[in-house]
């Protein structure tokens, strides 16, 4: 395999990027001054030197020169103890921070459960999620942030039952609140959607 | 103009249909059988015949050879009277319905106002609407039920403004909650609907 | 089944149109003033009345109050009575009168035949066509103006076949050209289109 | 920025990739393997180190260890010296010659020229492809071999233009045939289309 080839293939694994495509950034790459290559190069060695996992919500961070094994978020004591929100993945964790209506702690769980997974500790953090909780303490609240999809309501429903025996009474866990989430019209919106919207409606 | 192009300039405008699909539709008519053409003219002429439209909430629905004024929803005792729910469209009342979450009574608009719209009044039934209030009783809260985006809430700021001065104080205004419609993903939804998802989450 | 439900499973049933789709069309008619749901009436009765079936080409056209029996391109006796063009449907012996580099005459197929399709005569009007060429004198040429996909190559396959037998040897049977239809680029084009684009390049 | 920032924003040069996907590809190479980044790398340094530009059509090639100037097809000596086909890019060439049916010689013009460019020199190799056809002997025939589109258009007025001076007589200037593309119904080909489709049809 020649290198074209070679870059192609490497490409063509990267998330929603078919063979076409992955063979049209190769040759972009070649069009380009030798300078965006190495910048490329540059960025991705970069990224393992720079880039961290937080010990605590096991997100992806910059080390940014700190010896610290925490992200911003895990490492601000100002934010509210009793509150932890579990996140499929960084990317969720980023939607909801910029939200800014959020002030608790997080988890990320590496991605979700598709319907009759056989090995859900393969696809999320399930054994990492259960430490976390075992030195959690002052926690009153745990919120399930989870896709509002098929995947998503798996995923809530496998924590709920493991969660349960692990976790006391006294500690909630709650799913994200359904609604007529931003763009949506009443005809399109499915009976739980709907429902939901007039429940939480406001006044 | 022939009656091909004639009957292509009507279907024209239907809504979502151009004049490609418009003249599909003539050459399917003449492919049809003579009955199937005789069947839309009789559907089309029992549609004005049979259905009237509902002295309250303006809906229109079928007369079944009732002499009533009302459609089966306004004629429906037994819901809440407290609680009217003002809609866009016929349609979206009947998503509304289909949910089965809610019990009391509710009036078409006929429509939402595009921003910037200068003659509101020929949009929406606005007269119509104050008409109505006049002679509610009992009535609690009105739930403004528009579509999430921006004419649904361009609509709800012009209705809060004309119902302030024409409702008591006792007398609510809401609008229906946002959050995660069915089928959004963390990662595209808006911060107002991550934002409220969090508030309206339950337990 | 009330007059909207009714109306609503006739629209269901033209081309590309879904139940939901359906209901909107009526409740369009219902918004509309009384006089458009006339006309539409008006036109579709119209239509039967005023579009006959061409007795050559089997197209619909407009009778205009003459009695005649064939459409204007039949009745046409200044075009080419060498050639004649086997098209799918009426609306692309439209498309190809429009682009004006033919000149000869048509035949309506009335449909194109599916892969393994197991009554061709069903879907397609070969008992009317080997009628239509057991009549036609001067013929030199047919040309199956089929669609670029497996239908219409299906349908052409099969006309071939058919045809083999019924036209004597000096008729020649031709396809429509392949090459770079407009708005094609290069790197999605096909290797058949590619090929015949190279083939038929023009100087 | 940090590292994920600044790959991120090299991702979202690429072309098609918007900067939510780019952040999706960091954070891609972030949870696979460190292997994956690393195959990445040596595939973007390799890709310089083996790949040159061929001196004569100036398409990009692999080495392969060879100290050849020329790519596989510039220094086959078996095609047909008489046929030059110009393409704007790498990846038509490969399309072109994965079809088939050509066997002549190719230039690469390095993209096409937008309506109204004012710096075409800029945009395409017009300078190369004019040192390019001086030493070129035995030619008959220049094919432009453009996207069917008014980019590829415009080229090709521009090439003709350009070539009319440099060229003696007997080279002749083709451009590649319109016809019906593979997947084209008629009802939706453009009369242009419609008109070649006729004229190249095959018997």
Chains 1, 2, 3, 4 share one sequence.
Not at 111 to 126: D, M, S, V
Request: glycine content about 8%.
């Amino acid at each position: 395999m020649n290198s074209i080839d070679k870059l192609s293939e490497i490409f063509s694994h990267f998330p929603g990027i078919g063979p076409r495509q992955a063979k049209r950034f190769v040759y972009y790459l070649l069009h380009r001054q030798n300078g965006f290559s190495k910048d490329l190069v540059d960025a991705v060695e970069n990224l393992k030197k720079e880039i961290k996992q937080c010990d605590e919500c096991l997100r992806f961070f910059a080390k940014n020169g700190h010896a610290g094994k925490l992200c911003s978020t895990c490492s601000d004591d100002t934010r509210d103890r009793s509150l932890l929100m579990i996140v499929p993945r960084d990317i969720d964790l980023e939607a909801i921070e910029k939200s800014g209506g959020y002030k608790g702690y997080y988890f990320v769980l590496g991605g979700a459960l598709p319907i009759l997974e056989k090995e859900p500790e393969k696809r999320i953090r399930i054994k990492e999620l259960k430490k976390h909780l075992h030195h959690k303490k002052d926690l009153k609240e745990i919120i399930l942030g989870m896709n509002a999809n098929a995947e998503g309501e798996n995923t809530a429903d496998f924590l709920k039952a493991e969660l349960s025996s692990l976790i006391n009474k006294d500690v909630a866990v709650s799913i994200l609140g359904r609604g007529l989430s931003t763009g949506i019209e009443l005809e399109y919106a499915d009976p739980e959607t709907l429902k939901n919207a007039f429940l939480h409606r406001t006044k």
